[in-house]
């Protein structure tokens, strides 16, 4: 084939890479296997009723953290927290991790403590084990991987695929924070936000060090409140059209009923941040921002009182039987966005 | 602290690291650790009898391979060959993996389509299910990491602690090839292999492409031969170390008694392959060129003579107590060997 004519990946992007890999893979001839590629985490059953949850991921020096702005604890702990988050919506307790760390020979020895002190700190509050690793040298840029196991009773799992039309559509907590936290150090609002210390601190803590929402997971799970679940770590919207894609439905989502944090968003003329963080933006970054790891989930209509009196202010919009995602204005007009979200490779 | 003060990952090496990074992540407040960081693979019990194995490791180009002399079919298929490796030489089964994969959107899709091609021929081979991934652009390396499990009856497993003074030092299988098909492919040895093709291919293939010994695993396990085990990929001296740190043992190695391919070693003038690859860079190769895939253990007395018959060019030595490990030649002198095997970030 000619040089010019094969296929990039900025051509299919991470979905149809994905896609891709997950032909090629195939159907694995081993029994157990209850979900494969596709969810937020692989599960295998591995005892009468018990099941074994599995993921991974890998952060990247200048992709998905930067030494500009990053700490190496806040690097360790986030590289922790993803994954811990992908357990987390599945409905599942996070067990045992094991760690690979690529690292450039420059980088000094406590600095590389740190980055496992972020890790062990994260661990400790959610009674993981980190209980292996792989230490190698890295040419020039810090790469960390974490593989992470949770369990689960297999009938308390949940998963992208699972709503029904008429299912209300749930959030755990307010969206947007971590992308206008990164935005901050970015230094893309630093004036703004210069009055505004503790807003600052609090945003920038959220990208920063995100908690994974564990406990709200435990609390959706014992009182069976969910269809479905996933983690919006890739942005609230493409999180609502991945969940809905894997139920084969759609969804009608309003967007004033999306939790944001007031302080960001009423574009108020007397408060300094309103110059450059209005309520467009802050919506913009709610639905498309991502490092969110917020919960995602759908809720049959005998829970949802129950739902809402545990997320007062989680419901967002509902599950419908056409496979359409819209996103509705108050006077219930379509928003387009412009980005759905953070997508590896695309280039659009 | 002063800039030039700080310790280096040069200074400490990669398993000074490791005592660090194990130091801070401590004992988990979790049940169920059988082994943690230390050993090939991590172990925990998760039935009555049964037990999960659980590994991980990093290829980072330019560090572990090169795509100026590796396809990618090679790079995935070594992807997840050193991870069933780290299973096998625990006597385990590898059952389910998760792939994290770092690509430069320069790298067109079905180069990525070969790399997975190459991980899903080998699983295929030993039934491993891939079951999960995650895959994210990479500034300007290929990066591939893999984490496995894998399964055995908590009695069966091996550890690198467990050898006993007395016991016989075995490897599956020759060593050193892997390592001169790597110099062969970096151009070293092109003019001394020329005129043999068939031992080049074979050389070369055993750096490419190698072949986990997990049936020569389950082989060790069902005979009840082993004390103790450990994969030798970063080398057969280091290894014996490893091992020997950990069992509280020394060994007595025999120089003459290591296999390697005869092809390769004798020191005869009339074959052209003599004029670069003599008897001493063999062994050289073997004791601590790295990238074989063999198992090394040790064999209680009663049992040595069955593994003769398994292995019969198996035996190269015995474990002492002292906790020295020695290399002597045929006239009994120990042999200094300048590199003991491959270690990250070491500067010596």
Redesign the interface.
Known sequence: ?AQGK???????G?FG??Q??ER???R???PG?V???GDD??V?K??HNKA?L?????L?????FSLKYEGFLDIGWKALAVNISDIASMGATP??G??????P?S????N??KL??G??KL??KY?????????????D?L?V?I?L?GEAPVQDILYRHGASPGDALFVTNRVGEAAAGLAVLKDRWQLAVNGWPKIKKQIVKKYLRPEPRVKESVLIVKNKLASSMIDISDGLHISIKLLCARSKVGARVYLDKIPLNKQLSPPKADQPLAETINYQHALQLALSGGEDYELLFTVPQNKIRKALALFPHGWIGEITKDKICKVLDQNGREVITRNTGYE??K?K
Chains 1, 2 share one sequence.
Do not use: C
Request: charged share 15%; aromatic share 4%; proline share 4%.
């Open positions: 084939m094969r296929l990039t990946l900025g051509q299919i991470e890479l994905i891709r890999v090629i893979f195939g694995p001839n081993r296997l979900q494969g590629i985490a692989a295998v591995i005892g074994l599995y993921t991974t991921d890998i990247i020096e200048d992709v998905h067990t045992w094991v760690i690979s760390v690529g690292v020979v980088i000094p020895v406590d590389v403590d496992a002190q890790v062990a661990a400790r009674r993981i084990g980190i209980i292996g690793g792989d230490t190698v040298k890295s040419p840029r790469v991987n593989a196991l590896h490779f280039t």
